[in-house]
């Protein structure tokens, strides 16, 4: 694909213009193609070109489920997938979300993520992530792992995770 992946040398505001335009593209499937998801936001799958994010292979790309039929199965690259899509719901927008978040995170951590350094079993890796999005003592550790440009990006989006309107995660 053409197209340049974002790395922790980019500068704020290219992430954060990238990052913003992916979420319109995610925002935009999800609110005019009825409810599509992208079920595989990753650090691969986001690009720029002449300075526009992309957010590229749609392959496994479908529509939010009305009810929990597919609740349990996971797609997309584990390192980056929700945590909450191990429990008992469907694939959501908030998954999504937070998928994007974790890419932020790889990015200006410089592609260090807590649950990457070492082997840890799924067990940890579940909640080691549902750590970094619930406890403040987790997420401050995330941050020393990042350039100090980039802690503020990484907090603004954090606090934008909270306000999420709960009828965009059901």
């Known amino acids: ?21 992916v979420c319109d593209a995610m925002l935009f499937a999800y609110d005019n193609a009825d409810k599509l998801l992208h079920r595989d936001l990753s650090f691969g799958n986001v690009v720029h070109y002449n300075e526009q994010g992309l957010l590229i292979d749609w392959h496994v790309a479908a529509k939010q489920q009305a009810s929990s039929g ?18 008992s719901h469907s694939h959501t927008l908030l998954d999504d979300l937070i998928s994007l978040f974790f890419v932020l995170l790889f990015i200006v951590s410089g592609e260090r993520l807590p649950w990457k350094r070492h082997l840890m079993s ?39 995770l909270e306000l999420i309107p709960e009828s965009l995660t059901s």
Do not use: Q
């Open 70 to 87: 597919n609740a349990g199965v996971i797609t997309g690259t584990l390192m980056f997938t929700s945590p909450y899509l191990g429990e």
């Open 1 to 21: 694909p053409r197209g340049s992946h974002l790395s922790h040398n980019s500068s704020p505001a290219l992430i954060c213009s990238v990052l913003a335009d």
């Open 122 to 160: 799924p067990n940890d890796v579940y909640n080691s992530k549902i750590a970094l999005l619930t406890d403040n003592t987790s997420f401050k550790n995330a941050l020393e792992e990042c350039d100090e440009r980039m802690k503020t990006v990484l907090r603004t989006v954090r606090l934008r």
